[in-house]
């Protein structure tokens, strides 16, 4: 979906608008939005939709064909439902100076056939390679950039999510010159049950039952 396909839902949330693309992921893209009635204040929201496309819809009811119009209804939904419970989890994450912040969330149905937009709004951050590419590391920024990643691990074991995805495309850096680890993307989280210490996976921004590519957008 380009930019003009998601600026009719302008004003999003009823204050923000679309500026422009800043990236373009597997699952999603990522614009800068701004709100008019406070020009200065924007922020970075990733868009998702679900299914990508109608021709996917098409595909699951021919491998599905005894299945009816509810019935593959609710499977695609069942995806947007996974968004919802971890965005749970993700505010929890909130307020973390070296994690990318998660703001807030909407989801909004498609006018026509089986379909959804879900809409992540984070906190508007530089990607660490442009951030390097302006300005030239030294000794000090490497030292600060593995400290400042490492709280951010560590606050990640607080709450028992396992990232698995550290790499320098998902880490950013804010204005005052903190690292934040984003992409939570193929996180999960590890639940203590009356077994004992059992991995049950719980995938941010996709379901792992969906059998596509890895998430590469900032969030």
Known sequence: MDINYYKKYEPIDGKWYITKELGRGSFG????????????????????SIPNSQSEVRSYREEN??????????????????????????????????????????????????????????????????????????????????????????????????????????IFVSDSGDYKLGDFGVARTLEKTSSGLSKKEHILIWPQRCSRGKNTGPM
């Not at 990522?30 to 709100?35: I, Q, S, T, W």
């Not at 200065?40 to 868009?47: C, F, L, N, Y």
């Open 29 to 48: 893209t990522v614009f800068e939005v701004e709100r008019k009635d406070f020009p200065d204040m924007k922020s970075a929201m990733k868009i998702i």
């Open 65 to 170: 064909y005894d299945l009816d119009e509810q019935s593959v209804t609710s499977y695609f939904y069942g995806f947007v439902e996974e968004f919802v419970k971890e965005f749970k989890l993700m505010s929890q994450l909130k307020g973390n100076s070296n994690i990318v912040s998660y703001e807030d969330h909407d989801v909004k149905k498609h006018e026509n056939g089986i379909g959804w937009d879900i809409f992540i709004r984070m906190e508007l951050l530089k990607p660490l390679g442009q951030y390097f590419s302006q300005n030239t590391p030294n000794r000090q920024d490497i030292i600060k950039l593995g400290i400042d990643i490492c709280k951010a691990l560590e606050t990640c074991k607080r709450y028992n999510i396992i990232h698995r995805d550290i790499k320098p495309s998902n």
